[in-house]
């Protein structure tokens, strides 16, 4: 039976971040996905990094993991990129966030106020002339009366779920670590003498064995918990996504109205999200979303009617109970971990999460924290 001191259930960006941690500090370590790397929620996302407090008066340590993992982004990205030759496509693009009618001006403002408070950087458009130097192709929406007004988010940032996925995995392997794609974990075994640790995992493609192990299955974590007697709760959340094939540079910065995006990508592509629907592990598109999607996206950049829509897409979120993330060890087995919830920022999440529990797992006590990500306080 093959031996690693770390088995990662799950190669989304959760598992490959922290696999790559482990591995980083010279663990071996193995990653099991029943389908293939990256291809759930993880490559589904926008890939936008919001922007966080700037202060230093973060909340909580929940507000605290998100400003963190904004500090890392710039430089983890850079690792990844290094140590796999791929680009992630990180940019600060900066994030607009405007209004269509005067009922979402007034959420807008009040949201504006909040985040003024929460201590982020927030710019109020006050002009048309503001506006389109921020984002040209809006000002014929402004003019017509379509847009009632904005805020700009500096901070606000993106990356490319794909491409980083496949840089993640790239740098992965070349630090060694074995990534086995199309392995079902079908049985949990645990020690003769000693109940409480878990020795190896029984698979579709065999036994292995490791020191210790990781949940990192997204929207199916609960599933894998279930057999290990373990009660925490993870739900799917659908997102539906839209992607059109435009030319470079049409829009310059996130561009969000109330639950909606427009994503610019460095080649042009431009992306339309999102839903947030509670439809179980269905992960298809619907006439309806996709066609709401194509006419937000098109009542704000008309020049968008011009582009064709190339793919369209849906993905499940793995959302907790209480919208907190799981991050820590497991009372009932101590060698088992937890690594889900991350819900609608896993993708910003992920270097502070890998970094945090990556020190949990090798034993050192971490720079955050972890008590309210508590896996076990269902
Ligand atoms: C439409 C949409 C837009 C989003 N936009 C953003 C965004 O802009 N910014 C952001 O930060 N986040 C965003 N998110 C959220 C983000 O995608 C998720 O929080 C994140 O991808 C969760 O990562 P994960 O690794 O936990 O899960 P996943 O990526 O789903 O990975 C879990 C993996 O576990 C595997 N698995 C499950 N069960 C088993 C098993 N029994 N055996 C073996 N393998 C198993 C699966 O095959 C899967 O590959 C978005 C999500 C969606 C759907």
Redo the contacts with the bound molecule.
Sequence with gaps: MKHVDTII?????????LAYELASAGQKVRV???????????????????AVCRTGAEHDDFERLRTLSWKMYPEWIDRIRGDSSIDPEYQATGGLHIATSRGEMVSLKVAASQWQADGLDVQPIRSVDELATREPLLQSSFERGHIHGGYFLPDEC?VR?PML?RALLEANRKKGVAVEEG????EWVRGVDDGGRIVSLR?SAGEFAADQFCI??????S??GQELGLRFEIEP?????VLFKSQPGLIRSVINEGPN?L?PRVDGHVLA???VEEVGFDQSNTEAAIGQLIRFAESLIPELNQSSVQKT??????GSGDGVPLIGRTNAYGNLYI????????????PATATFLSQLMLGDSPELDLGMFDPNRN
Excluded at 9 to 17: D, E, P, Q, R, T
Excluded at 183 to 186: D, N
Excluded at 343 to 348: A, D, K, P
Aim: glycine fraction near 16%; avoid cysteine.
């Design positions: 259930v799950g190669a989304g960006i959760v598992g490959l971040s099991l996905d029943r389908h293939q790397a990256g291809k759930g929620a993880s490559s589904a996302a926008a890939g936008i990094l919001p993106l779920p996925l392995v079902e974990v079908q698979t990192a299955s997204g929207a199916w974590s599933q894998l959340w659908r997102g539906q996504m995006y994503v999200g999102s839903t897409w849906a993905g499940l979120r793995p690594s889900t919830g991350h819900f609608r920022s896993g993708v910003f999440l992920a």
